[in-house]
């Protein structure tokens, strides 16, 4: 081998191993790429087989729950309840137009079996809540329990009917001598006014003789198939006679002890009163009328002793 | 000056604004939260006219969905009435014929005065659209929240008290 061809050995030899440690390097590098991506797989894999374990597992306590109503429900209520959450907070914003159109239709196409259904449990209602505030009435009366006669008193006697709250002010005092403290003439069904007297100045009697009619109207309405009118309405130690003549009644309020010829005794008082001082045809109230009335009431019982 | 008493009613289905009407006319405020077990509210407010004062007991009736099955006594000895319905709401008049009719079979020859209540809740070119809809002449069209025609409403039912041939 000359020289020049020994050095062109060397060159090649020289080149031929840079050349291989440049491969090797290369594959090498690329035996370790491919290792590091095989490791991730591995990770990769065992990781999924994990995952893939647990839901195994989610899997047949799915298919456990599935077969076990209770284990279903204690799942899923959970999520329904939560929904229902939901619902009810925007239940208006997502179901209100439909809802109403359809509560609407329905109550439109069924009106009157609507009405034949609820009114005879709502008059059922309305009869049980006026008997039991009379029942109160009465107990009251019978505990003795008494009040000065005031316009507060009939404040809470209206109170006590329109609201069904009892009284929250008692106070007990010994029973006082009978006496009539106001007397209402009061035209029947329109329940005006036509003639008032009062020993104390009282509320509004227009009001009270109205308010009156509507409870008369009302019971006798609740009570149709029953005894019929209420005759006497006992609070504290008042209590309101009401007398029915042809076409007016009259509301005389007692305070104090009455005895069992209280009611009769004004009965012949006020149909005498009646037969003498109220028209026989009223087409009109007026303020002459109302007068005349009141001051002809003044005279008869002012003194009147209803025991 | 001479005074008479009439009785009142003030009808029209549920939550219309009957009983806002009598707070504005009787109390001069508008606020609605009064109820009562009996179905009835009775106000009383006195009207002068130049000639004569009436004293009107007004019987807010209703308010409930089964308006017309008051006890029917709540009707009788009345000398007028106000049948309310909800000009924003044409729900609330869509029954208007049959309780017409039976409020004329319950009170005979009496003045009837037809309101078509809540006027501000809508603007001006609706307000027009919906008084087409309505089937039955409105003699005022009013708002119980600002006052509109609330006054004029009772002043008017005052004057045809007093004109009333038929007493009570
Ligand atoms: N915007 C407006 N609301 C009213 C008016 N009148 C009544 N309301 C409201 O309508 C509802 C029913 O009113 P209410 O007087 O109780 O009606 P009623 O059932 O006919 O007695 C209440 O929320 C009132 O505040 C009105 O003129 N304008
Ligand atoms: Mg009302």
Redesign the pocket.
Same mark, same amino acid.
């Not at chain 2, 029209?12 to 009407?21: E, Q, R």
């Not at chain 2, 209540?117 to 809740?121: C, F, R």
């Not at chain 2, 009013?142 to 600002?146: F, I, Q």
């Given at each position: 081998m000359n020289n020049q061809s020994q050095q062109h050995t060397l060159v090649e030899k020289y080149l031929m191993e840079k050349l291989q440690s440049i491969i090797l390097q290369e594959d090498r590098r690329q035996i370790q790429d491919i290792s590091g991506s095989l490791q991730n797989l591995k990770v990769d894999i065992d990781a999924l087989n994990h995952e893939f374990a647990k839901m195994q597992g989610g899997v047949s306590m799915l298919v456990d729950n599935l077969n076990n109503p209770e284990k279903l429900d204690a799942r899923v209520s959970p999520l329904v309840n939560m929904r229902i959450q939901q619902l009810k907070k925007n239940f208006y914003q997502e179901f209100g137009y439909e809802v109403k159109e359809t509560v609407k239709e329905e109550l439109e196409s069924s009106k009157d079996e609507f009405i034949e259904v609820l009114y005879p449990i709502i008059g059922k209602l309305v009869q049980r809540y006026v008997r039991y505030q009379f029942d109160i009435f009465l107990e009251n009366a019978q505990k003795g329990i008494g009040n000065t006669f005031s316009v507060k008193w009939w404040k809470q006697i209206f109170h006590t009917l329109l609201t069904g709250e009892s009284m929250t002010e008692r106070s007990v005092k010994a029973a006082m001598p009978a006496q009539v403290e106001e007397v209402f003439v009061i035209q029947s069904f329109s329940g005006l006014l036509i003639g008032y007297y009062s020993r104390s100045n009282t509320a509004d009697p227009d009001l009270i003789a109205a308010m009156l009619t509507a409870i008369q109207n009302f019971v006798s309405d609740a009570f149709k198939s029953e005894s019929g009118n209420l005759q006497t309405i006992d609070h504290e130690n008042q209590r309101i006679y009401l007398h029915n003549f042809y076409k007016h009644y009259t509301a005389t309020v007692i305070s104090g002890a009455t005895d069992a010829a209280t009611a009769e005794k004004l009965n012949l008082a006020l149909s005498d009163f009646s037969s003498q001082h109220i028209p026989a045809a009223l087409t009109e109230i007026d303020d002459s009328l109302f007068n005349g009335v009141s001051r002809h009431l003044r005279e008869i019982f002012e003194d009147f002793d209803p025991t | 000056m001479r005074t008479i008493t009439k009785k009142v009613i003030l009808t $029209? #289905?549920?939550? %219309? $604004?009957? *009983?806002? /009407?009598i #707070?504005r006319f009787v109390y001069q405020k508008?606020s609605?939260t009064y109820k009562t077990t009996l179905g009835v509210r009775i106000d009383r407010k006195t009207v002068e006219l130049p000639e004569i004062t009436i004293n009107m007991l007004i019987w807010?009736i $209703? $308010?409930e969905q089964t308006q017309l099955r008051v006890p029917e006594t709540y009707y009788l000895g009345s000398s007028g009435v106000i049948y %309310?319905y909800d000009i924003s709401r044409p729900s609330s008049f869509s029954q208007i014929h049959d309780d017409l009719a039976y409020l004329k079979s319950k009170l005979h020859d009496i003045p009837l005065v037809i309101v078509g209540?809540? *006027?501000? /809740?809508l603007d001006p070119v609706t307000l027009e659209e919906a008084k087409q809809l309505v089937p039955v002449n409105t003699h005022f069209f *009013?708002?119980?929240?600002?006052g509109t025609n609330v006054e004029s409403l009772f002043i008017y039912l005052a004057k045809q008290l007093v004109n009333d041939p038929s007493g009570i």
């Open positions: - | $029209g #289905s549920f939550a %219309v $604004g009957k *009983t806002s /009407l #707070s508008f609605a807010d $209703g $308010g %309310v209540n809540k *006027t501000d /809740l *009013t708002s119980a929240k600002d």
